[in-house]
């Protein structure tokens, strides 16, 4: 948002309407020991132009995917998504629109909404799907939340291969609860129905399993649910990327009661971490336990259709101590984006961009394990991210190829991502954006680094 500055009579009639002489007015009920009182550090005034450009320099300190050729993943994935979302999105109505209260006077809100819903739930081959959560990680502790809630269990069994901000949430969400978390030991990187049977008993509540997973790996979602349901009330929950849906078996395919995960790569840049978006969907059974709300189709008085807040769990709306869940916002805006953007796309575009997702990476991968001291940590089957062991650490590796251009992924050593390999372990995600000429060059780069 452009800054317009006001003048001085501007100000004075500004705090004359509000009853106060001067600035330091407003400021009185402050204690005075602890208002600063000191002269800040400012550079001279600047001229409006001056002040332009000092910003641009400023800004142009910042390097990402806008300028630099990004491999980065772990959760947030630089796609591309249609300009016509950005023009749609920027207009009043939508940019404006909040959480309906008085729900039916909104019903422009309500009709996106729903559409979001039918699109995730068509997504992931469940039953319902709501309006929405947080992110992926607020998802997934719903999600067991929403499990130990309506089996009256009191074990999630989370597998280790599970994102590790996703599993901090997880546990700050249970750590006040009569909930026991048991972690699903990896084999190779992944999670075998053998190891879901082994500590699987009659108080489990869910199974928690990412597929692709932290790795990037896919995970044996059929035979994992198929041994979570060895035991009743025992909930399957999928942690998913949508994008993956274009191309894989989707979760209620596979077996999975309730699906979750990270709307960000549908149409929301990376943006610095955030705003992001989670989805989440389930079988018809959980439609009065899911959190957030449900938006329903109905017809007015005069039969035309109507859109109405059919479910709202929330505490906000009245629940109080019944409500099932504490979230607060539904994220309209970035539902908004992913609506927008599976529209542009439709069943045909997502499958063309996982397939562009998944072969781009492969020819990476067999490129990058071709070359001297470099190899790929696991053997199993990946979507479009890998780790990859390298000759020399991550970080010396990341260090170089950024000097050249290229942000070439995620330290897997890094506490940022939960330290979740070894300091010689390079996590790479590729997506539809990158093209044959960067896949080489990014392969020629790792030869000269490593030599």
Known sequence: MDYTQITSDEQASMLGA????????????????????????????????????????????????????????????????????????????????????????SQGSLQAFFEFQTQMARLTGLDIANASVYDGAS?????????????????????????THYRRVLDTYLADQ?????????IDGRISPETVRENLDEDTACVVIQSPNVWGLIEDWEGCFTAAHEQPKTCAVAVFNPIACGLLKKPGECGADIAIGEGQPLGIPMSLGGPHLGLFAARQQFIRKMP????????????????????????????????TSNICTNQGLMAMRATMFLTALGQAGMRELAELCYHKAHYLAGRIAELDGYSLKHDGPFFHEFAVQCPKPAGEIIAACKARGILPGVDCSSPRIGAIGEPNELLIAVTEKRTRHELDAFVEVLGEVSA
């Open 292 to 323: 957030g709300r449900l938006i329903g189709r109905t017809v007015d008085a005069e039969g035309r259709p109507a859109y109405c807040l059919t479910l709202q769990t929330r505490e906000q709306h009245i629940k109080g101590a019944k409500a």
């Open 139 to 163: 998802a997934v502790a719903e999600a067991a939340a929403m499990s130990l809630g309506a089996s009256g269990k009191k074990r999630v069994l989370v597998a280790s291969t599970l994102h």
């Open 18 to 105: 509000i009853g106060v002489k001067d600035i330091g007015d407003l400021f009185e009920v402050i204690p005075e020991e602890i208002r600063f009182t000191d002269t800040l550090d400012l550079p001279p005034a600047m001229s409006e132009l001056e002040l332009q450009r000092a910003l641009v320099e400023m800004a142009a300190d910042n390097h990402g995917p806008h300028d630099m050729v990004c491999f980065m993943g772990a959760g947030a994935y630089d796609h591309f998504y249609p300009v016509l979302i950005d023009q749609l999105i920027s207009r009043g109505e939508y940019l404006t629109a909040y959480t309906p209260y008085q729900a039916e006077a």
């Open 178 to 186: 009569p909930a026991e978390c048991v972690e699903l030991d990896q």
